[in-house]
């Protein structure tokens, strides 16, 4: 059974940095694509990055483009996201994601992904 376990979050300063992460388990991670995604109060869950079976590709929201750094440690199965310069519209529950198969191309939207992690709270504060 496939598991994602989220870790990292906390509350920190506009202007700052943290890095979330993801470990994975239950089958080969090196397999599937990994996507970041964040939901915000009252907003729909929203497409943030994702990044291709051994890390050669990434692609990023307009919106974090230039602060968030996706990246991955296939021998450890965790999938990262380092977060700079957060502004308060950052502020979200940020969950990882996979797919069901094996997928060669990156994947942007959540419909695609199957697999959920519980997510992990990241407040930027003014």
């Known amino acids: 059974q496939v598991q994602l376990v989220e870790s990292g979050g906390g509350l920190v300063q506009a202007g700052g940095s943290l890095r979330v992460s993801c470990v994975a388990s239950?089958?080969?991670?090196?397999?599937?694509?990994m996507g970041w995604f964040r939901q915000a109060p009252g907003k729909e869950r929203e497409f943030v990055a994702a990044?291709?079976?051994?890390?050669?590709?990434?692609s990023y929201a307009d919106s974090v483009k230039g602060r968030f750094t996706i990246s991955r440690d296939n021998a450890k199965n965790t999938v990262y996201l380092q977060m700079n310069s957060l502004q308060p519209e950052d502020t979200a529950v940020y969950y990882c994601?996979?797919?069901?198969?094996?997928?060669?191309?990156?994947?942007?939207?959540?419909?695609?992904?199957?697999?959920w992690g519980q997510g992990t709270q990241v407040t930027v504060s003014s």
């Open positions: 990044i291709s079976r051994l890390g050669s590709s990434t």
């Open positions: 994601a996979t797919t069901r198969s094996v997928r060669i191309t990156i994947l942007n939207s959540l419909y695609e992904y199957d697999y």
């Open positions: 239950g089958r080969t991670f090196s397999n599937y694509v």
